[in-house]
């Protein structure tokens, strides 16, 4: 059975903007554009800062040093 790996799903050459997935830019990489890439620092930002205070607050209450994931 012959496989053919250039039939993917998808072509893996080239790499796509985790934010909207159009082609990434080789001036912004890994994102399309500088706005991919400030919206995927604002949501790391947002999220760190988030998980951050809950899971500390949540964590410190419940177990105090018990972190498996
Ligand atoms: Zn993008």
Same mark, same amino acid.
């Given at each position: 059975?012959?496989? =053919?790996?250039?039939?993917? $799903? /998808? !072509?893996? =050459?080239?790499?796509?903007? #985790?934010?909207?997935? =159009? !082609?990434? $830019?080789?001036?912004? !990489?890994?994102?399309?554009? =500088? /706005?991919?890439?400030?919206? $995927? %620092?604002? /949501? ?5 800062? *988030?998980? *951050?205070?809950? #899971? %500390?607050?949540? &964590? #410190? *209450? #419940? /177990? !105090? &040093? &018990? *972190?498996? &994931?």
């Amino acid at each position: 059975m012959p496989g =053919k790996p250039e039939k993917a $799903d /998808r !072509p893996t =050459k080239t790499p796509v903007c #985790s934010i909207c997935g =159009k !082609p990434v $830019d080789p001036a912004f !990489p890994p994102f399309c554009s =500088k /706005r991919c890439a400030n919206v $995927d %620092l604002h /949501r790391w930002l947002n999220g760190s800062y *988030a998980i *951050a205070g809950e #899971s %500390l607050d949540e &964590d #410190s *209450a #419940s /177990r !105090p &040093d &018990d *972190a498996e &994931d």
